[in-house]
């Protein structure tokens, strides 16, 4: 018998790597792309977009004062809320979770930094 079958069969078979870890000092960093249009502060002001203090776990478009657009508006109506997973899927690609949405961001498509994000914005309330 070939001794790395075992090997490759165990990989086949879904043997998986490790999750990334993540890092929020280093979220901290990618948040700097996310700066332009959004505060992250408790109390900070909106901008371009509203502010994304305590926004994991927080029902969509409730953030004080600031204005949704109608798609947004009717996907928070659905029950749409800022869980992990959801942010997640919204940060990678905005258009995918709110087709019609304002947010004019491509999407973060490296996965490292995508968890570092989210352990940043965890962090924050």
């Known amino acids: 018998m070939n001794r790395i079958a075992p090997y490759v069969l165990a990989m086949a078979l879904g043997a998986a790597l490790p999750a990334a870890a993540q890092d929020a000092e280093a979220g901290k960093r990618v948040f700097n792309q996310c700066r332009a ?11 371009v977009g ?11 478009g409730t953030a004080e004062g600031f204005r949704y ?3 947004l508006k009717e996907k928070a109506a659905g ?15 905005p258009k995918a979770v709110v087709p019609a949405g304002s947010m004019s961001y491509p999407g973060l498509k490296n996965e490292q930094q ?9 962090a924050q309330g």
């Not at 995508?114 to 965890?122: C, G, H, Q, S, T």
Request: net charge positive.
């Open 37 to 47: 249009c959004h505060s992250i502060e408790a109390g900070g002001k909106n901008g």
């Open 50 to 60: 509203p502010n994304l203090h305590a926004v994991v776990g927080r029902k969509a």
């Open 69 to 71: 657009s109608a798609s």
């Open 79 to 93: 029950g749409l809320a800022w869980d992990e997973a959801t942010l997640r899927a919204y940060i990678a690609n």
């Open 114 to 122: 995508l968890n570092d994000l989210l352990a940043f914005l965890k």
